[in-house]
Every structure is written in structure tokens, then in C-alpha cells.
């Protein structure tokens, strides 16, 4: 992170100054225009311009300079100054910092101590595989790995996991898919945080708190990751101790409490994670396109600071972390807690870190409401009756291994349960793998549950793992549970009592350890008598069943969820939309929703879609039309029905079209239709 007052020059190999910044300007006294295209020897005065030559030669040899220079005060006479220099930290560029001269304290640099920021914080640089390629100081001490021991190792090797020679399919090493993960979530989106379970070298696991950060060169395409850890051991311990006191269970945070800003020279911001945007309220576009940067950020007061830290990173390597404000967008201010390194790529670059600090002296109290403890869930939206009702019963489950079964209507978020149970549970640093049992044709689903052997049929080229071996010691969520086949739920059964199975084509018999979780939309005991479904299988899966409620019974959140939806789309599309007005929230709480927030979150995005202002323009007539066409429908299934082929009449029949419209599974649409009995025939008759 440059500061446009930091005196830094960029030069070439004939010592002609190529880019100067604004602080360069003021403190050479000259216009920018004059310093580019001069050289060290323009600015030096006549007494040791003959030695100048020699010192270039010697820093380009050694690729790394520091001393003093006398230069012409702007005002006259001579004003002697420190700089230091780095050989080509651009392409055939070299850095240039000067600083005034200041009085000798009687240490040597090699005296100065390494900053603490080194101590606290783990850094190290992956390439674009996951393999580290850097290792610091700060890496070595709290991972205890000298840099020798990692480079060229995944990082995956860092985590808890299988690590035996016998595991030859990186598939099969839970470190290794959860490593990948990270490093494909920073690929797409920039940046991944979480938190959980680190390996030392002498096999001790720590709580690490860790950002990456995707590395892109100037050209926007992918160079490598920036990893950053911090040992949260101790918080982990007093979050776990806190647990343990509650009669309820207090969400672990997963995502990364650190934010994360990479700068490339002369003050340009071209990547951060969504905690650093959360802190300053800014939009990515606003610092990644370059309409706000570090000065709109920074208070005057602390200019002299970041100087002092942007000094420091480039003697050595990474500043020790102080403390100062930030600027919000709204003109408040935010106390954090900053640190500043220097990533040894080209293009030059920048990474810091930023640790919020407004609840650093906040006490958590023992007897904190359980609505104010639900409203951890971070994915799920909602503090109404039954919304806490359904996510009490999860906070009760989650820390043991029952079997749960989710029961609700189609979009009330039943996947979001369950990945909250995971994320309670002591499985929460181990796999998650979801199916979706409606999506996979018949003859496909044994393969995909339990795997298969080469050539166990037509087409099976090689070995493939199912989805419960990938879930081992982890949690197996079958979503749309009632679409399993009848012929294989015996399987399923059959590995879920004795906590084995084979994979198809094979005789070897695979044991796991899986939690499983459920979900489904339909009613599996009249299944039960029509003979769909196993009996025994059903009581199996429901050792401990959850309702999700419906969206209409719980209408006092369907504001919260507007706003929500509307900041999530509005962000997407890079609108600014921030009013909604009375008018429309009130129909909004006033429709029945028989798509519940899943319809919900698609009228939102077409509502966003068609704003042109800042207010939300929502297409309420469609609501008024369906109002009033459910006038004289008796049951819910009526209006269903009605509902679903007045879809199909607008979208020409087209299933595909329809299932979107409605915001479910073309699978779902399917199953609903038929126990609506809607047939083939009816779809047909309705077409012009």
C-alpha cells in the first residue's frame, strides 16, 4: 500500500526516473513532469556526482542499496537525505525511497530487531496449483517448518486429514478437498477466509483464522495466492469454554475475521475480501475501478504513520501492526488494527490486513437472549417464532451424530439448516457433500451414492468414489430425500445401520463414518402407504425431524428478506438501490408466497432487474393478478395447480422456462405435477 505523500521514485537500468509519486513531488520541491526523464545525477549535487555512477553499478550487482545522498534543497543550499533501493521490483524498473536523514541512534540494520507483524502473522505464497512457492519468517514460527521443508509442497499438507502413502487419489484426502476448495474459491471470487484446524511440524494442531487472496498481474489474469494465518487458538478456547456454559449452542464463526486488501504501485487497490468492504462500507467497484482509494480512507492524522509502515515493509519485508481509523463511505469512523507487506511478484504488489477493532472490548454474557444468539446463523434471514423455533432445534441437534430429517415446503431453505447443523457440529472442519436425489437419474444413483469399480457397467472407465466415501467422518446431506428409487433404499439403509457398504461392481467392503442429514418436501408416510417408500428406512431418517416453516408463517420476516435480497442483487447488477418503498413492502408482506423464499428471491432479482432509480421498482401487478385469481379456490393445492399451469400458458409450455419461473428443480416441478394431477394433456389443451 503506496500513500501518495511516500517520496518513491521508479527507475531503469541508466538511472532515469520513469514514475514519481505525489509525494516524491513535495519532497524533492519539483513538479512531477520535471523529476521523470532526470536521474540521480540531476538531483544530487556537483561534489558527489562523480561517485554516483559507482554506487549504481554496485546496486544493480547486489540488488539491494541503502545510504545517505545530498541533494539541492529546494530554497537553496544542501539538504542530505536517506534512500533506500530494490533491484527490478517492476519489470526493468527499481524502487527508489528517499526519507530525510535522521540523527544516528548508534544501531547498525543489522541491529534492528524483525518487526513483531512477522511473529503474529503467518504468510506464505501458493501458485496457481496450491503449491507454496514462499515461506516468511512469521510461516516458520508459528507453523515450525523452515522454508526448505515447504516449497513445492501442496498446502493441503498443512491441514488435518489422511496423509498415509496408501491414499493415492488426492479425492480421497480430506485435507486435500479441503485445501482445494479454498484455493478454487479464491480463484473465482478473489478471496476465501475461514477458520479451522492447522498442523504444526511436531504434529500439535492450532486454530488458524486465515484469509487467501488471489494474485492477478496487470493484465487482470491469475499469478498465484496470497495465504495470511493468525493463531486463534486461544479464542477458539474461550468460544468453546462459552459453549459449554450455555444451554444453547453459540455458533463457531468460519469465515476469516481478517481483512484482506492487495495494492499494486502508486496507491492502486485491485483486490480485498468482503470483510475489508463490510468495515469501510465502499462497493468493490468503487475501489476497483479507482473512484475511491487509501486517501478517501485514510484520516490526514495518520499520513505520517502509514509512511513510517510503508518504510518498514520495504526494509523488511512486512511493517509491525499499529493502530489507526478508517473513513467509512458514510464519514464515520472504524479503529482497526493494520498491517502492511511487501509480495516479492511482478508487477509489484501489496498486501494488508486489517483487524477490525470496534469489539475488541466486548464481553460476551452468559445469558444472552436466544434470539440474539440465533441471529449467528450468517446465511439463514429471519428472528420471527417460527424461524427460531426451526434453528433451536438445530442448535439442539447439531453437536450430536443423530440422524436428522428436514421437513418443509419447497424454498423455505432447508439446505441452509443443514449445512447450519454441519457448521455446529464437532464435524464443522470435516466435509460437507450434498445430493440432491431428484436431480440424478435412476439408473445413475447407485454410482453416485455409493461409487462403482472400472468396468462395473457400460462406460465405467475407472474407479469412482460415491458421495457417502467423500463424506467420511463428515456430513452426507440427501436433499429431496423421497426421490431415492425403491429398489435402493434397502442399500441405503443397510449403510446407514451398519455403517458400511460396497461400491457397485465390488466385493470389498468399504466402513464410514457419516452423519447423515435429510431433507425432503414431500409427505413421506402417505409415500409410506402408496408404497413408495420403505417403512423402515423412513424411521431410520427420522431420529430427529425439523420443520421448516412456510414463508406466510412467518410474514414479519419477509422485510428483512427483502432488504437482503435486494443488497445481494443490487450489488450483482451494480445498481444503487437503497428505498423501498412503504407501498411495495406492504404488498410484498401481504403475498402468500407459495414458492416461499425461493420465489421470493427470484422477484426480488427481476424486480432489481427492472429498477432504474434507487428505489426498488417491484412489479407488483403480477401479485395483485395472482390475488386475485386465488379468490374461490378452497385448498392451497387448488391454487397450486392454478398457479403452476398459468406458468406454463406464459412460458409456451417449455418445462425448463416454467421450473425457473417458479424457482424450483425441473425434477421438483415434475413430482409436484403429478401429485397435483396435472397431466401431459392438460399442458397441451391450455396452448393456443
Wanted: with cysteine; charged share 25%; glycine share 8%.
Amino acid at each position: 500500500m503506496f500513500h501518495p505523500s511516500s517520496p518513491i521514485l521508479l527507475a531503469d537500468d541508466d538511472r532515469k526516473y520513469r514514475e514519481a509519486s505525489i509525494g516524491a513531488s513535495r519532497f524533492l520541491g519539483l513538479p512531477r513532469e520535471k523529476i521523470i526523464g532526470s536521474s540521480w545525477d540531476d538531483l544530487a549535487v556537483p561534489a558527489i556526482r562523480p561517485v554516483i555512477s559507482e554506487r549504481w553499478l554496485s546496486f544493480l550487482n547486489e540488488g539491494y542499496q541503502e545510504g545517505t545522498f545530498q541533494i539541492e534543497a529546494p530554497g537553496g543550499g544542501v539538504r542530505e537525505v536517506e534512500y533506500s533501493a530494490k533491484l527490478n521490483v517492476l519489470p526493468v524498473r527499481h524502487l527508489v525511497v528517499f526519507r530525510d536523514k535522521q540523527p544516528d541512534s548508534g544501531k547498525s540494520p543489522a541491529q534492528t530487531p524483525t518487526p513483531s507483524w512477522v511473529q503474529d502473522y503467518a504468510l506464505f505464497l501458493l501458485d496457481m496449483d496450491g503449491n507454496i512457492v514462499a515461506w516468511y519468517a512469521g510461516a516458520e514460527r508459528i507453523y515450525g517448518y523452515k522454508s526448505p521443508d515447504v516449497i513445492g509442497q501442496h498446502v493441503s499438507f498443512l491441514y488435518p486429514g489422511d496423509h498415509s502413502p496408501e491414499v493415492m487419489h488426492p479425492a480421497a484426502n480430506s485435507a486435500f478437498v479441503r485445501a482445494e476448495a479454498n484455493v478454487q474459491k479464491a480463484a473465482s471470487e478473489g478471496h476465501s477466509g475461514n477458520e479451522g484446524w492447522q498442523l504444526r511440524k511436531d504434529g500439535t494442531r492450532f486454530w488458524a483464522n486465515a484469509i487467501t487472496m488471489a494474485l492477478k498481474d496487470e493484465n487482470g489474469d491469475l499469478q498465484g495466492f496470497a495465504r495470511v494465518v493468525r493463531d486463534f487458538t486461544d479464542r477458539h478456547a474461550r468460544d468453546e469454554k462459552l459453549r459449554l456454559g450455555r444451554s444453547k449452542i453459540r455458533p463457531i464463526q468460519t469465515e476469516s475475521t481478517i481483512a484482506g486488501v492487495v495494492s499494486g504501485e502508486f496507491d492502486r487497490i485491485t483486490e480485498m475480501n468482503d470483510r475489508f468492504l463490510e468495515i469501510v462500507g465502499y462497493s468493490r467497484e468503487d475501489l476497483v475501478e479507482g473512484r475511491f482509494g487509501w486517501p478517501d480512507l485514510t484520516p490526514p492524522e495518520y499520513v505520517a504513520m502509514d509512511e513510517l509502515a510503508h518504510e518498514e515493509s520495504l526494509r523488511f519485508g512486512a511493517c509491525t501492526p499499529f493502530e489507526k481509523q478508517l473513513i467509512r463511505r458514510d464519514g464515520t469512523r472504524v479503529p482497526v488494527l493494520v498491517a502492511t507487506a511487501v509480495l516479492r511478484l511482478s508487477p509489484f504488489q501489496w498486501i494488508t490486513f486489517v483487524t477490525d477493532l470496534r469489539a475488541r472490548d466486548r464481553q460476551e454474557s452468559v445469558d444472552v437472549p436466544l434470539k440474539a444468539e440465533l441471529h449467528q446463523f450468517t446465511e439463514i434471514v429471519g428472528s420471527s417464532a417460527p424461524m427460531m423455533r426451526a434453528l433451536a432445534q438445530a442448535e439442539l441437534v447439531a453437536p450430536t451424530d443423530a440422524t436428522v430429517l428436514i421437513l418443509g415446503e419447497t424454498g423455505t431453505g432447508k439446505e441452509l439448516v443443514a449445512r447450519a447443523i454441519h457448521q455446529l457440529s464437532p464435524r464443522r472442519n470435516l466435509p460437507f457433500i450434498s445430493l440432491n436425489c431428484a436431480a440424478i437419474p435412476t439408473g445413475l444413483f447407485e454410482s453416485e451414492l455409493f461409487g462403482h469399480e472400472r468396468g462395473a457397467f457400460t462406460g465405467a472407465v475407472s474407479q469412482k468414489m460415491g458421495r457417502f466415501e467423500m463424506a467420511n467422518r463428515g456430513t452426507l446431506f440427501l436433499d429431496e430425500v423421497g426421490d431415492i428409487p425403491l429398489e435402493l433404499q434397502p442399500k441405503l439403509l443397510r449403510a446407514l445401520q451398519e455403517k458400511c457398504f460396497e461400491r457397485l461392481g465390488g466385493t470389498r467392503t468399504i466402513p464410514i463414518d457419516v452423519r447423515l442429514v435429510a431433507a425432503t418436501n414431500r409427505n413421506l408416510e402417505k409415500m409410506m402407504g402408496d408404497n413408495l417408500f420403505r417403512s423402515d428406512l423412513y424411521y431410520r431418517l427420522k431420529v430427529f425431524p425439523i420443520n421448516t416453516p412456510r414463508l406466510r408463517d412467518h410474514a414479519e420476516d419477509i422485510p428483512a428478506l427483502v432488504r437482503h435480497f435486494t443488497k445481494i442483487y443490487a450489488a450483482k447488477t451494480k445498481r444503487n438501490i437503497d428505498r423501498i418503498s412503504a407501498a411495495t413492502m406492504k404488498a410484498l408482506v401481504q403475498w402468500t408466497w407459495p414458492g416461499n423464499v425461493r420465489e421470493l428471491e427470484n422477484f426480488i432479482e427481476r424486480s432489481v432487474i427492472l429498477s432504474q432509480g434507487r428505489s426498488l421498482a417491484a412489479p407488483l401487478a403480477e401479485l395483485r393478478s395472482d390475488a386475485e385469481d386465488s379468490n374461490g379456490y378452497s385448498t392451497l393445492e387448488e391454487m397450486e395447480r392454478d398457479h403452476i399451469l398459468r406458468v406454463f400458458r406464459e412460458t409456451s409450455g417449455v418445462v425448463s422456462m416454467a421450473a425457473q419461473r417458479l424457482g424450483i428443480p425441473r425434477t421438483s416441478l415434475h413430482g409436484r405435477m403429478k401429485s397435483l394431477g396435472i397431466s401431459r394433456r392438460d399442458l397441451l389443451g391450455m396452448l393456443p
